[in-house]
């Protein structure tokens, strides 16, 4: 086995999965402190927000050949994945509790986007390259793969095993936040 297929294996059966159970944990964290008596509605959006960014570039690299057009979005979302950390930290850290063991979760969350980005920029030289030498030519449309990364099932198991994990819980939070702040408006009025 080579070692791009080594890293490729890393990423799709310890990165990915970790990042999932690490989402979960902090999804208990956040049950754990009631946030939705006290940041509420606005972090758990934001939270569901920063899946979604780095949600997008994981399928884009497991569906697509990884280009210059797949490179750019996977570093723009982390950008704005990391810009949007830091808003959340800001925004919850004067409302509610936030314990240690949080924040050992946000250590990983923060850093595990940074190490899968950093593992496909190797895997993918080549065309990082080709990005900064903005030899793009060729390079910015979505072509699927023609063997899907970790097997034929891989796929499934792993969006299975992230709504499970990981949608579910914060579609959870967003619904017990939503609910909280429609009851507070009722008394308001």
Known sequence: MDTSQLLINALLFVFLPLWGVVGFFDWC????????STSGLKESLMHSVMGIQVGIPILM???????????????????????????????????????????????Y????????????????????????????????SLTRVDN????????AFYL??????CGLPYLEENLRCLRQALRQRGRAA
């Open 29 to 36: 964290c956040h049950r754990a402190t009631q946030i939705e």
């Open 61 to 107: 690299c497991l569906l697509f050949q990884v280009n210059v057009l797949v490179l750019l979005v996977c570093l723009g979302a982390w950008l704005l994945h990391e810009a949007v950390a830091h808003w959340d930290v800001h925004y919850a850290a004067p409302r509610r509790f936030i314990s240690i063991w949080e924040m050992h979760a946000h250590s």
């Open 160 to 165: 299975t095993f992230m709504a499970i994990l």
């Open 109 to 140: 969350l923060a850093t595990l986007p940074f190490y899968m980005l950093a593992m496909i920029f190797i895997i993918n030289w080549p065309v990082v390259l080709d990005l900064v030498q903005f030899n793009w030519a060729g390079q910015m």
């Open 148 to 155: 899907p990364h970790g097997g034929e099932g891989y796929l």
